[in-house]
C-alpha cells in the first residue's frame, strides 16, 4: 500500500502513514454473493395443477349448456307444441289431443285473433304483446280440421314479431329468391332471407314458412311484403312466393 500523500510504501493493514501522519482509508473488500440455488421443479405437481383447470372449465361448459337446455325447456314459445301436433297430421283430433296431452280450445282468449284468423282449435300464450295498440298473445297453435274431423294443418304463429311495426321486420329491400334452386337444404335457404318467421304451417307433404317485413322503396315509402317459403318434408327448398301488401290489404 502506498500513502496518497507522500508517497510512502506502507504495510497493506496500516491505518496511519508512519512518514506523514496522513490517516489511511481501507478498502472494504467485497464479500462473495451466495448463488440461490434455484428450486426444482415439481412436475407431477404442475401437471396436476393444469389437468384441474383443465376439469373445471369443462365443468363450466357443461354447467352453461344445462342452464341454456333448463331456458329452453322452461321457456314455452309455441313450438314444441306445434311441431307435436303436426305429427298427428291425417289423424282424429281427439286422438291427438289424449295421445299428446296438450290442451287446445276452440276460441282465443284475445278477441282480435278470433276476429283475424281461421281455425278450429288453438293453443295460445299466456303472455300478451301489443300490435298497433290491440293485445294478442306473444303465439298460437292454430289447427284446422276436415269434415272428418282429421287434422290437415297446424300453424305456428309468433305475434312478437310485429310487435314493433304490424308490417313485421324491417329489410334493406325486397327479398328474391329467384336463384336459389330447387331441392336446396333449408339451412343455406334462410342465410338469403335473414328475418325470423312470422308463422309456420305444417301439412301433409310441405312445411311453409311466411315472413312478414317492410323495406323503404325509391319513393321512401315504407312497402310491406308477405314472403312465403315452401319446403317438403326433408327441408328442402320447394318454391316460393312474394306479394306487396297495401294500406288497402292490411
Known sequence: ??????????????????????????????????????????????????????????????????????VNILVDDGTDTAEVL?????????DAVNESDIKIADESKFTAVNNAM????????????????????????TVCLNEENEIVTVTHTDFTV???????????????????????KYKKVIKEIDLDPYSITYENAF????????????AENEQAVRLTVTYNKNMEYQYYNS????????
Do not use: R
Not at 321486420?169 to 327479398?175: F, K, L, M, N, T
Not at 329467384?178 to 336446396?184: C, E, G, I, P
Not at 306479394?243 to 292490411?250: E, G, M
Open 243 to 250: 306479394t306487396l301488401i297495401y294500406p288497402s290489404d292490411i
Open 118 to 141: 281461421k281455425f278450429d282449435y288453438i293453443v295460445e300464450a299466456e303472455d300478451s304483446v301489443k300490435v298497433d295498440g290491440i293485445n294478442f298473445p306473444e303465439w298460437v297453435v
Open 207 to 218: 312445411i311453409t314458412y311466411t315472413y312478414k317485413y317492410y323495406y323503404e322503396d325509391e
Open 162 to 184: 310485429c310487435k314493433k311495426n304490424h308490417k313485421g321486420q324491417e329489410a334493406d329491400g325486397e327479398i328474391n329468391l329467384d336463384n336459389v334452386k330447387t331441392n336446396q
Open 1 to 70: 500500500m502506498v500513502c496518497k500523500k507522500c508517497k510512502e510504501v506502507l504495510p497493506d493493514d496500516a491505518k496511519v502513514c508512519s512518514c506523514c501522519g496522513t490517516a489511511i482509508k481501507q478498502k472494504k473488500q467485497k464479500e462473495p454473493k451466495e448463488k440461490k440455488e434455484k428450486t426444482p421443479i415439481d412436475k407431477t405437481a404442475l401437471l396436476s395443477k393444469i389437468k384441474l383447470v383443465g376439469v373445471i372449465a369443462v365443468l363450466a361448459v357443461i354447467l352453461i349448456m344445462v342452464i341454456v337446455l333448463i
Open 86 to 94: 303436426s305429427e298427428y297430421i291425417g289423424e282424429d283430433i281427439l
